[in-house]
């Protein structure tokens, strides 16, 4: 059955199929769901490095890369292998601060996982497809949220309705200047 808003939810809604790639990605928030899911994929072989991205918020208490690192590390992720970026303040800086990070130590990033909350998988893939190199290949492996928000139930609840539609605001206003970059690419 067609519903008005399916369009939205083809659009916000993002997720690939997964195989083994140079490293996974994880913009910062205070979700153990992203964590949880990246230290899965990593133990299961599909990366040998996990950046999260994340600087200080008050409302976490330290930095998002911290927080990340902590739930990542009791998950059985070995520290050494949990890349460190810890300044970025929204999803832009999480993804060029990233590929300072990994062009800084050296490795390689043709091939990479983001792991995102599912409402902000097109937001986070729009960003790290402008940072990196275009010929980097991403694939997205989104999780639930602690809202619990999901392509099949967003349109369900108010929160879930706000937190869509906020993600719809900012596209707009994050990447209507970058659209004449794009197209000279």
């Known amino acids: 059955m067609f519903n008005p808003y399916d369009c939205i939810t083809d659009f916000i809604f993002v997720e690939t199929e997964v195989s083994a790639a140079d490293v996974i990605l994880v913009p910062g928030a205070n979700h153990p769901q992203l964590m949880e ?3 899965w994929l990593y133990k ?12 200080y918020k008050p409302h976490v208490g330290t930095s998002e890369w911290e927080y990340l690192r902590k739930v990542g590390i009791t998950n059985g992720v070995p520290d050494e292998v949990i890349l460190k970026e810890d300044e970025a303040q929204h999803t832009l800086e999480n993804a060029r601060f990233s590929l300072e990070v990994l062009q800084g130590k050296g490795i390689k990033y043709e091939k990479v996982i983001i792991v995102c909350k599912a409402g902000h998988s097109r ?7 402008d940072a990196f190199p275009k010929n980097t290949s991403f694939m997205v492996s989104p999780v639930e949220d602690r809202f619990g928000i999901t392509k099949e139930n967003w349109f369900t609840t ?6 869509i539609m906020t993600e719809v605001e900012k596209i707009g206003k994050y990447f209507g200047d970058f659209i004449p970059k794009w197209v000279g690419r």
Request: hydrophobic letters at 35%; aromatic letters at 8%; charged letters at 15%.
């Open 37 to 39: 899911k990246a230290s």
């Open 44 to 55: 299961n072989g599909m990366a040998p490095y996990i950046l999260p991205s994340g600087g």
């Open 123 to 129: 937001r986070a893939l729009l960003c790290y497809q």
């Open 158 to 163: 108010e929160v879930g309705i706000s937190r």
